[in-house]
């Protein structure tokens, strides 16, 4: 890796950080508390070009990396925004790389160019209340409709920003019978057609100005086209997404860190209790400083993740390292903020707590600290599998 500062990386972070300035923490709360998508923040990101910043250029995209774009994502969390302003955009921003890395000809064509301008908004479809983790349990079924298509039936959970999304990247399962491995599920880009599925939002602790929904699909038809990739390869397309998946949540983790010692710092430098700033007292000052490396270790993994990714090398050792120390960082930069204001910290509008809430998602979504730690014990260390 080259160190040298990028000049192209430090004008993506300036140009992203005075988009964010618009839409302060104030925006943010008031977003979280009446669950309202941030539209305006989407149209100005959208605007910006910032959504189609990794679609490839001959779709209108920005043809960059998973580098860029988890600046992007960074930038905008450490912004204030958190996990709000980032799954506003994720998905549209990358949540359609299995069609680009897999997608036939007219899905590119027909999708692409409008996730690039902003213009579409995409759902993910894969967890079931009964399968969890466990991907190869997925009972939501697609038979074939005898003429070319496809009739989906069966029910998701998590399937964040299902409200405001016209396509759903639903993970289903063509063949065989669940438990019996991965080989019958298949991906599809379907329209989330309100006939034919009843969206519900779950109610949750944080990150509520993006809804996170259970769908029921009720015999919803699917055109053949739709199909991404070969049938029976669903998971395996799925699983080509997971390294830079964890990047880029790498990345928002460590931006909420951010914002959360930024806010802890100011408070101590300001606080004054028995006649002095708290922030001298080294009970104040330790922890914020050592939150502060945390976060900064777990960005040098985070980099070294995503430039083995764009130069083709593996990276599902670095990938999941990096996500599960910016998981940790975060919680702890994000705890010690609150620790720091006291009493003030529980107060909405210190907004610490808030920034608390969505850092401790980070630990278990979209894997928990546990299956990463599973997934360097078999495959980095060579250990007998547990489960």
């Known amino acids: 890796m080259d160190f040298t500062p990028n000049p192209d990386h430090e004008a993506i972070a300036e140009a992203v950080d005075r988009v964010c300035a618009q839409y302060d923490d104030t925006y943010w709360m008031e977003k979280d508390d009446k669950h309202e ?104 079924r697609a038979v074939e409709d005898g003429m070319g298509g496809w009739i989906v039936s069966g029910r998701k959970i998590w399937t964040s920003k299902a409200l405001e999304s016209e396509v759903v990247l639903l993970l289903v399962r063509t063949d065989g019978e669940p438990g019996q491995g991965f080989g019958g599920l298949t991906l599809f880009l379907a329209d989330l057609n309100r006939d034919y599925c009843d969206i519900r939002p779950i109610p949750k602790v944080g990150r509520n100005a993006v809804a996170s929904c259970e769908v029921f699909y009720d015999e919803m038809p699917v055109d053949g086209w739709r199909m991404v990739g070969e049938r029976g390869k669903g998971f395996h397309h799925i699983l080509h997404g997971l390294n830079p998946e964890r990047i880029l949540l790498a990345n928002v983790a460590c931006g909420i860190g951010e914002a959360a010692i930024r806010r802890a710092v100011n408070y101590a430098n300001e606080r004054s209790v028995f006649g002095r700033l708290i922030g001298a007292n080294q009970a104040i000052s330790h922890p914020l400083a050592q939150a502060h490396m945390q976060l900064k270790a777990a960005m040098q993994m985070a980099a070294l993740a995503a430039w083995r990714y764009d130069n083709g090398l593996e990276c599902g050792e670095q990938a999941n390292t990096a996500k599960y120390l910016a998981a940790e960082a975060s919680y702890f930069a994000a705890d010690q903020a609150l620790q720091t204001h006291g009493g003030l910290g529980y107060a909405s509008e210190y907004h610490v707590e808030r920034y608390w809430r969505e850092a401790r998602l980070q630990r278990i979504a979209p894997v928990s600290q546990e299956m990463t730690c599973n997934f360097i014990a078999q495959n980095v260390l060579g250990l007998p599998r547990s489960y």
């Open 37 to 140: 998508f941030p539209w305006e923040f989407y149209k100005s990101m959208a605007e910006g070009g910032w959504l189609g910043i990794v679609i490839p250029e001959e779709y209108g995209g920005g043809g960059q990396g998973i580098t860029e774009g988890a600046i992007v994502l960074n930038r905008i969390a450490a912004s204030g925004a958190g996990m709000n302003g980032c799954t506003a955009l994720h998905l549209t921003m990358f949540g359609l790389n299995p069609v680009v890395k897999f997608g036939n000809d007219q899905l590119k064509d027909t999708f692409l160019p409008r996730a690039a301008a902003g213009d579409l908004h995409v759902a993910f479809g894969v967890t079931e209340p009964d399968a969890g983790t466990d991907t190869s349990r997925i009972t939501t």
